[in-house]
């Protein structure tokens, strides 16, 4: 017998097996012997009660044993495997190719970027020299932007595929257990690129190949299906069918398909600020207590509202996280966040955004289908401007509201350094009043959040650009056999829609051949 069922237990208890099996079985009113076996399946912190509690959902299995989960096999693939072609290594692309081989076909990835090992060097410069290298940084290489991030697995996408086998194909490759459990998983920035790794190794040992530093510069396609492809202006590959898993930094990319007619359209993003204050004010702020707050994770925050007709909504939360550069080309500036698997920095950081749409680019860009893009450039490169530099435009919440330049920053953990700036003038009038209207109301919810310092500019919270697709075959609308997925193509936003995206493109492209599990 299956009894699903709650329980409640304290911080000092939620891991020990014991504990949890005598709170199953006096909840249900029996032996703890009678029962064979507790299954956790979903684990959250509540910090709503005034010592905070953790809640867990279990399974409880009574005189029978719990269904054995079907393993992931990844054989070795024949010789006379049919090709799927990928472009980028990032979720979409990995999980992606581990799908195909799941299916008996052979991924051939192309990555615009280097190996992990050897995009940590890029990063390091970017960080410490301010030296953008527009094919090896935070957003391009193996792993893609997700890589160095805090690794947040949460999505909302639960619907859209089978979240519970993305979790576990990470977990069978080194992320941690409690991954499988906790209501708002992640990885951290440590752990994420030896997952990379042996993502890789495994393709590679199943007769799979991954070329690094091969950029995709053109696709060539005729009678509507696609032809070939050309890696790095000089080398065609014959493909049949195309995986586009390039990320929503790829710009070059909407401008290809731009350029060859084929359709695109701009879609909503968000811009806004990172906004960081100490860990401790945000552990006290959720925990209510110092106290409590030394026992329990680093705490974390959202926060949505509607402000001036836009939403305005937190974004990325890293709790015990740094504020670390995303800039792509030189000229440009950009910002994200990110976490070790511990969260053990001083700092917390999160997006602060406001939604944007064609209201705010038509009249610069007028009906261009990468009028989004340009305007999201367009920030950029003013924010460059203002400091010449990876340094960061930065100012007070408070100052940013009352419209004055901050006379003096607090420390941060940007390690590119800050500039006093009011970040007013980096953003238009109408998107100013919207961020600060939101702002104000933050500090409404969360007393003090307008003592927090605004870095500049988040800009990159979703593609600006929707590489349009059959809703049915997930193909391109005007070319058969180009499958566009993931963030770059505007249909996923984070590591785990993004995984999800990817694998069921990959059934798709395996139907397109007569395949299927």
């Excluded at 709503?48 to 054989?75: A, D, F, G, H, M």
């Excluded at 693939?77 to 980028?88: F, M, R, Y």
Aim: aromatic share 6%; charged share 25%; with cysteine.
């Amino acid at each position: 017998m299956k009894s699903s069922i709650e329980i409640v237990l304290r911080q000092d208890e939620v891991h020990n097996d014991l504990r949890i099996k005598s709170e199953c079985a006096n909840q249900l009113r029996i032996r703890k012997e009678e029962i064979t076996a507790v299954s956790v399946e979903k684990r959250s912190l509540d910090a709503r009660p005034k010592v905070p509690i953790y809640r867990l959902s279990c399974n409880v299995y009574v005189n029978e044993n719990p269904p054995e989960l079907k393993r992931i096999e990844y054989v070795n693939l024949s010789d006379t495997a049919p090709v799927v072609h990928i472009i980028g290594f990032g979720p979409a692309g990995m999980f992606a190719a581990l799908r195909l081989i799941e299916h008996g076909i052979k991924p051939v990835i192309f990555e615009r970027g280097k190996p992990v090992q050897e995009r940590r060097r890029d990063i390091r410069n970017l960080m410490q020299e301010h030296n953008v290298n527009p094919e090896s940084n935070y957003c391009f290489g193996e792993g893609g932007a997700g890589t160095f991030s805090d690794g947040k697995l949460y999505t909302r996408s639960t619907k859209k595929g089978d979240v519970k086998k993305i979790l576990r194909v990470l977990n069978s490759f080194g992320a941690s257990a409690d991954i499988l459990i906790d209501a708002h998983p992640h990885i951290g920035s440590n752990v994420l690129p030896k997952i990379v790794v042996r993502i890789r190794e495994t393709i590679i040992s199943c007769g799979g190949e991954i070329h690094f530093n091969s950029k995709l510069t053109d696709i060539k396609y005729a009678d509507n299906k696609i032809q070939s492809i050309v890696i790095n202006d000089t080398e065609e590959h014959e493909c049949g069918s195309l995986i586009l898993a390039t990320g929503h930094s790829a710009r070059d990319i909407y401008n290809l398909f731009n350029t060859k007619k084929l359709f695109i359209e701009p879609k909503p993003f968000a811009v806004g600020f990172r906004i960081e204050h100490s860990q401790e004010y945000i552990n006290e702020l959720r925990y209510r207590s110092k106290e409590h707050s030394h026992n329990l994770p680093a705490a974390e925050y959202s926060f949505t509202c509607q402000s001036e007709g836009r939403g305005a909504f937190s974004f990325c939360m890293c709790p015990g996280g740094i504020v670390v550069p995303a800039s792509t080309a030189g000229g440009e500036l950009v910002l994200n966040g990110m976490s070790v698997s511990k969260r053990n920095s001083r700092f917390a950081n999160s997006g602060f955004v406001v939604t944007v749409d064609e209201k705010d680019w038509s009249k610069e860009f007028q009906d261009s289908p990468l009028a989004g893009m340009q305007y999201q450039a367009g920030i950029e490169g003013k924010a460059f401007q203002m400091t010449s530099s990876q340094r960061a435009p930065a100012q007070r919440a408070i100052d940013f509201i009352d419209g004055v330049e901050s006379k003096e920053l607090p420390e941060s953990s940007y390690i590119p350094g800050l500039e006093s700036i009011n970040l007013n003038n980096l953003f238009s009038k109408s998107v100013s009043t919207s961020l600060k209207h939101a702002l104000q109301a933050a500090e409404i919810k969360m007393k003090g959040y307008s003592n927090g310092l605004l870095l500049a500019p988040e800009t990159r919270t979703s593609s600006p650009v929707r590489i349009t697709r059959n809703s049915e075959t997930r193909q391109h609308t005007q070319v058969q056999g180009l499958f566009p997925v993931g963030e770059g193509a505007g249909y996923a936003g984070g590591i785990m829609s993004a995984a999800i995206d990817g694998e069921l493109s990959a059934d798709s492209a395996a139907g397109l051949l007569g395949i299927s599990l």
